[in-house]
């Protein structure tokens, strides 16, 4: 009676002892690295063009505008009038903002007008609170209390809605305070048929303010204007600044108050786009698997290990376990190399690599090597549904790795959103390093590494397809003949 460590150990035997296919799983993992380091090769930005700068809690951020401040010691409040918003991107901002001097990436809070978004308290780049849904003209409070700062609105500057409140610990006990206007870069998806890419550029917008009034510990000081970070040079044509005209403040500004994403206007690289290598070693262990079962059939050695172990299942599934086992280990050696040390080969490239934590950095390692792993029992499932070598990789290639090609570098937004729901290439999704704010308009693209899927769940739709090919080669092969 053979038992199931028998039939493993026979078809690791098996696998061991064939150069090509050895040959072949390791040259999934050297593609995976190699591919990795390709974006070293030339760089991608300069040190003055990446995004190094670090809000409050250890997130990317930008942090660009033109400020018109004062300081304000202590407690006190500020209000004024939001005559209007002049700008072509939803998510310009245009009000008042306190702040930890005029330092970038430092703590603040800031309630504003937006260009399509209406009233929000915003606070320390990754906070977005909203309020009524209305532009400009619109009356704006901001009133600070120790670490605390309300924001209120109010359509006439008599009855007044509070919008909410934020807590900034680090906030010195004299901040800088005052209007505020800043316009971010538009993006936009350009649609071809099914294709798509984006095109994006900067813009400015301007805002007009009244009715200025101050309360509390001010200090009497001259109103300054200053841009902060790139403000000025970030503006489409013509800058930034101020000009007074009586009551009237008009400001322009350029830039953006919020979290650095890839993508899009973004520059540098994510973890996930250092690892395009999956898709080629995803082909190379796709071969390799269905090669695996459809070589015994070609050359009539099936026979052989079925005469040897009757237990036909058993050994579909002895075969599973070897694959699986070896692609999940060198997969999970190579994708450590790239995430961890193959970063600082790109960043002494030029490459800017946007950082991520630890624990996401583990899940990008442990989920591709699954990836790679879950993917080799669907292809031998697939190789031992069809038995022939050329058909079965040909469409084990077709129903696992085209739709990532397909997604990535071919289809729109919505049809490649929907590919990535439903096909086996969901459990991309594993790799996804970066996040997405609402707050930030961006093309949000799985070519710059944003799925649709959690990772688990992707990984699930992987899974579930796996199960079902293997399911279906189980059935057929303990019922037909060898």
């Known amino acids: 009676m053979t038992g199931f460590g028998d039939t493993l150990h026979a078809e690791w035997t098996k696998f061991r002892t064939v150069p090509g296919w050895v040959l072949g799983v390791l040259a999934a993992a050297a593609g995976i690295v190699a591919f990795g380091l390709l974006p070293g090769i030339g760089g991608s930005c300069g040190t003055s063009a990446c995004p190094t700068l670090i809000g409050p809690d250890g997130t990317e951020v930008r942090d660009s505008f033109t400020f018109v401040h004062q300081p304000l010691a202590g407690d006190g409040s500020i209000t004024v009038r939001v005559a209007a918003l002049k700008s072509a991107v939803p998510w310009a901002k245009a009000g008042l903002i306190v702040k930890d001097g005029t330092t970038r ?59 909410d409140h934020a807590q900034l610990p680090g906030l010195p006990a004299t901040a800088e305070v005052g209007l505020f206007v800043t316009s971010p870069e538009f993006v936009a998806e350009i649609r071809q048929g099914l294709a798509a890419g984006t095109d994006s550029g900067p813009s400015r917008a301007t805002g007009t303010f ?14 300054r204007s200053d841009p902060v970070g790139d403000a000025a040079a970030g503006a489409a044509d013509g800058g930034s600044g101020l000009e007074r005209d009586g009551d009237a403040w008009r400001v322009t500004g350029a830039g953006d108050i919020a979290p650095s994403v890839a993508g899009g206007a973004g520059v540098g690289v994510t973890v996930t786009q250092t690892l395009t290598g999956t898709f080629v070693g995803l082909i190379l262990v796709v071969v390799v698997a269905t090669m695996f079962v459809t070589a ?32 999940f280990g060198v997969g999970l050696v190579a994708a450590a190399v790239v995430v961890f040390a193959g970063r600082r080969v790109l960043r002494a490239g030029g490459v800017y690599v946007h950082p991520a934590a630890l624990p996401t950095e583990l899940r990008i390692v442990a989920g591709t090597a699954a990836l790679l792993a879950v993917a080799a029992v669907m292809a031998l499932g697939v190789g031992a549904l069809l038995r022939r070598g050329v058909t079965a990789v040909t469409t084990a290639i077709v129903v696992i790795v085209l739709p990532y090609l397909l997604a990535v570098a071919v289809l729109s937004g919505a049809a490649a959103s929907w590919l990535l729901r439903v096909s086996p290439a969901a459990a991309f999704a594993l790799q996804q390093a970066a996040r997405q704010y609402p707050q930030v308009d961006n093309s949000y693209r799985p070519a710059d590494g944003y799925f649709p899927l959690p990772g688990w769940a992707g990984l699930a739709v992987l899974t579930g397809w796996a199960a079902l090919a293997f399911a279906a080669a189980a059935l057929l092969t303990s019922r037909r003949d060898a």
């Open 105 to 163: 990436g430092s703590t603040y809070a800031a309630v504003m007008v937006t260009g399509d978004h209406g009233v929000r308290l915003q606070y320390d780049y990754t906070h977005d609170i909203g309020g009524p849904a209305v532009g400009a003209p619109r009356w704006l409070r901001l009133t600070r209390a120790g670490n605390t700062v309300t924001a209120a609105e109010s359509a006439d500057g008599i009855r007044w809605t509070g919008v």
């Open 296 to 327: 015994e059939y070609r050359r009539g050695l099936i026979r052989t290990t079925f005469a040897a172990d009757p237990g036909r299942v058993r050994v579909l599934a002895a075969k599973a376990t070897v694959l699986g086992a070896v692609t």
């Open 210 to 223: 009244d009715h200025l009034t101050l309360e509390g510990g001010w200090r009497g000081a001259a109103w």
